[in-house]
Structure formats: C-alpha cells, structure tokens
C-alpha cells in the first residue's frame, strides 16, 4: 500500500508564499497525487491534481519531481482563510486486488497568523 | 448543484443501539467512499462501492459495521449494536470513474456520539 508522509503542522503568515511537502516513496505508475483541504466541521476540499512536473490552477500549483517520490503543495499568499488541514492523497492497490484504494495521510494543518 | 448529502447531521444514541448513517451521492457518480475521522486516527477510509458493488471493506473495524448501497442514489452504514469507542465523524464521498484518479466530493458528515 501507498504511504504519505506530511509535517503534522506548519505556522505562516499572511501574504507569505507556503510550501507542503508529501513523501510517497512507494507511488506506483499509475497513481496520481491529489490534494484536499479540510476546515473544521466539513469534508475534505478538492485543490489540486497531478500525474508529474507542475500543475498549476487558480488555488495552488503542485510540483512533481521526475522521480514522482514527493510533492509539494505551493499556495501563494496565503490568508487567513486558508488555515486547515491539507492532505496528500496517492491511490493504492486494494487488498482485494486490481482497484486502487484512496490513502489519506495524516494531513498538515496549517495555521495562517495575521 | 446539489453535492453529497449526508444525514443526519449529528447522532446521539446510548451504546447498545443500532446507528443507520445515509448518504446520497452526486447523481452520475459510480464510486461511493465511506470514511470515518477521529482526532487519534485521522481519516480512515472504511469501505468503497464501484458501480453500486462494496470492492474493498477491509477498512470495516468489525461485524459491528455493514455498509448497503442498493442504488445508485443512496447508501447506508450501519453500525449495531454501537459502542462509545464508534463516537467520530462519519463522512461520505463520491466520485466519478474507479478509484482515486478523479477528485472525489465529500458531504458535510455525520457526528456520530455514543453515549
């Protein structure tokens, strides 16, 4: 199974460009790298996805290595509102066999101080 | 838009009752994932349907928990008889093709507390 390491927390402050970084070590090929947002008392959010190299959207950009082993979360001048958790998602083979199984890891919870 | 919605919002049940969670996914979606959060263990995935078939329950804690999706529109987690220890927020998604490679939707969650 696909494992997500993620630092457990991070401080920034407003305006500031954040940078969270995911080690997946064990990716398969076909696996791809899909991040989400949580605030208190609601499901996780759907930010961005990627395959390898860069993606960028109007929330974030996402940048892949070409070893696809980590990737980093970019949100560019972040708010206040942006204080959550954001977690690493990377598919994994089911037990069962053949289907891929969503992992989320542990998150990173992000506090943005005025 | 309507997205995944979940009820009830919040659950309060003595231990030893049965606890029936519903979720009705975004029409059109053929993948339904069922996650239980808690503070010591995160976000864990219990069970996920492809095409209204369970694929992989091996997230399910124990016999206690059953899972149903009878259609498309709707499905159910059951837990009975229900233990202080299954107090956590339940969360529902859904998602169109198999597996992770497109975004899943959450609802809101239930609030699960046993008493």
């Known amino acids: 199974l696909a494992k997500t390491t993620q630092p457990i927390s991070m401080d920034s402050y407003e305006g500031q460009e954040v940078n969270i970084t995911c080690s997946h070590n064990?990716?398969?090929?076909?696996?791809?790298i899909t991040w989400y947002q949580q605030f208190p008392s609601q499901g996780p959010r759907f930010i961005i996805q990627g395959y390898k190299t860069k993606v960028t959207n109007e929330v974030a950009s996402l940048f892949i290595p070409a070893d696809r082993k980590s990737s980093t979360l970019s949100l560019p001048r972040v708010s206040l509102s942006d204080t959550a958790v954001y977690y690493c998602l990377v598919g994994s083979a089911s037990a069962s066999g053949g289907s891929y199984i969503p992992t989320f890891g542990r998150g990173t919870s992000l506090i943005v101080h005025p | 838009d309507a997205g995944v919605i979940q009820s009830p919002r919040h659950e309060v049940t003595e231990m030893g009752q049965e606890v029936t969670l519903r979720c009705k996914p975004i029409s059109g979606h053929n993948s339904l994932f069922w996650y239980r959060q808690t503070m010591m263990r995160g976000l864990e995935l219990l069970i996920y349907?492809?095409?209204?078939?369970?694929?992989?329950d091996s997230g399910m804690p124990e016999d206690r928990f059953s899972a149903k999706m009878p259609n498309a529109s709707f499905s159910t987690l059951k837990i009975q008889p229900s233990e202080p220890r299954d107090s956590a927020v339940y969360f529902c998604?859904?998602?169109?093709?198999?597996?992770?490679?497109?975004?899943?939707?959450f609802g809101d969650g239930t609030r699960l507390s046993i008493l």
């Open positions: 064990n990716i398969a090929t076909n696996d791809y």
């Open positions: 998604a859904s998602s169109t093709g198999q597996g992770l490679n497109q975004p899943q939707h």
């Open positions: 349907f492809n095409n209204n078939v369970p694929i992989d």
